[in-house]
């Protein structure tokens, strides 16, 4: 009997053990997972941050007086000087509105998309001073070769070149009051070799030229001229549009 009692103690001391070692167990598991859920409540939130979109520049409230051929003074100078730093016009900033300037102004309003009238309009000087504005466009040597025998592929080429004028035309019928529109025709090679057809807007106070002076020509490649002589042959010549003779 006694032996019973004691088997069925030592049976009900096994259950229990278990019993409280399986809550153990349970209680663990809870801590772990409410530690872990604390843990992840702890940790910061990570958030990206947010794209910023720089503003605008703001168009200047401002209107600038339009500067033209034969002005003079302060505001011509500042539109030199830009010219200038740009590569557009060579020399000083005299503060006076002549034919280099002119011709200046016409190659950046080329090169800004807007209308190449030699007049340093409200458009043009905003274009000028308040956005990136376009630098002067670099010259390579002309190959009169490929100007002349692959005229489509070398359409668009800023080239430079220096020869001697062998004719020059000038049509009143296209003057207007900043200067005249010029046909010439340049030997690139010395002679009557390598002939290339330059179409030039001179302006109105700039030195004319005559045949047989030596000229240096910067401008575009554009495809080819071509015209009939007096023999009846067609001649095509290498075009050039001119940014500037001198």
């Given at each position: 009997m006694k032996r019973r009692i004691a088997a069925l103690l030592a049976?009900?001391?096994?259950?229990?053990?278990?019993?409280?070692?399986?809550?153990?167990m349970n209680e663990l598991?809870?801590?772990?997972?409410?530690?872990?859920?604390?843990?992840?409540?702890m940790e910061p939130v990570i958030t990206p941050a947010p794209v910023v979109t720089p503003e605008p520049t703001p168009t200047p409230d401002v209107t600038y007086e339009?500067?033209?051929q034969g002005m003079k003074g302060d505001g011509v100078k500042d539109v030199q000087q830009r010219l200038i730093s740009l590569g557009y016009l060579t020399g000083g900033a005299d503060g006076s509105y002549g034919g280099r300037t002119v011709a200046a102004v016409?190659?950046?309003?080329?090169?800004?998309?807007?209308?190449?009238?030699?007049?340093?309009?409200?458009?043009?000087?905003k274009a000028l001073f308040w956005t990136p504005a376009p630098e002067a466009r670099s010259y390579e040597k002309l190959d009169y070769g490929r100007a002349l025998n692959e005229a489509d592929a070398y359409r668009d080429t800023a080239v430079t070149?220096?020869?001697?004028?062998?004719?020059?035309?000038?049509?009143?019928?296209?003057?207007?009051?900043?200067?005249?529109?010029?046909?010439?025709?340049?030997?690139?090679?010395?002679?009557?070799?390598?002939?290339a057809y330059v179409a030039l807007f001179r302006a109105k106070d700039a030195p004319p030229i005559a045949e047989g002076d030596k000229?240096?020509?910067?401008?575009?490649?554009?495809?080819l001229y071509v015209y009939t002589?007096?023999?009846?042959?067609?001649?095509?010549l290498p075009r050039i549009e001119a940014d500037g003779v001198e």
């Open positions: 049976l009900t001391l096994v259950f229990c053990c278990a019993a409280g070692a399986e809550g153990v598991r809870n801590m772990r997972k409410s530690a872990g859920d604390r843990i992840l409540e339009p500067l033209s016409k190659a950046f309003q080329q090169a800004a998309g807007l209308e190449p009238t030699g007049e340093a309009d409200d458009a043009t000087q070149f220096s020869g001697t004028a062998l004719q020059v035309l000038e049509d009143d019928t296209y003057a207007d009051s900043l200067g005249v529109y010029t046909a010439l025709r340049v030997a690139t090679r010395g002679g009557f070799d390598d002939v000229v240096t020509v910067r401008g575009t490649a554009n495809g002589n007096d023999a009846g042959t067609d001649i095509a």
